[in-house]
């Protein structure tokens, strides 16, 4: 769980989220909130490491919930 924890970096603020690897497909979770700190908006991983986001965004505005698509090396999940 650890290595899949993310700090989302913006113009104007940061926010959390969290790593899940689906159907080929790698999502950042965090709240919708978050996805308006000001762009461009990236993710810093606990091991250092940040991707951009190129990817698709994904928003359900009354459950404060967002995930975005990144392409590139995020975390390895199994990894303690």
């Known amino acids: 769980v650890k ?3 993310t ?3 913006g113009q104007d603020g940061v926010g959390s ?3 899940v690897e689906a159907d080929g497909k790698k999502w950042i979770y965090t709240n ?3 996805t308006r700190i000001g762009h461009p908006l990236k993710a810093v991983f606990i091991d250092g490491r ?3 986001f ?3 965004l994904e928003v359900a505005q009354d459950r404060d919930v967002a ?4 392409k590139g090396d995020g975390p390895a999940l199994n990894e303690k």
């Open 50 to 52: 940040e991707v951009s």
């Open 17 to 19: 989220g969290f790593v």
């Open 3 to 5: 290595m899949s924890l």
């Open 7 to 9: 700090i989302i970096k």
């Open 54 to 56: 190129d990817g698709t």
């Open 67 to 70: 995930r975005i698509e990144f």
């Open 32 to 34: 919708e909130h978050v």
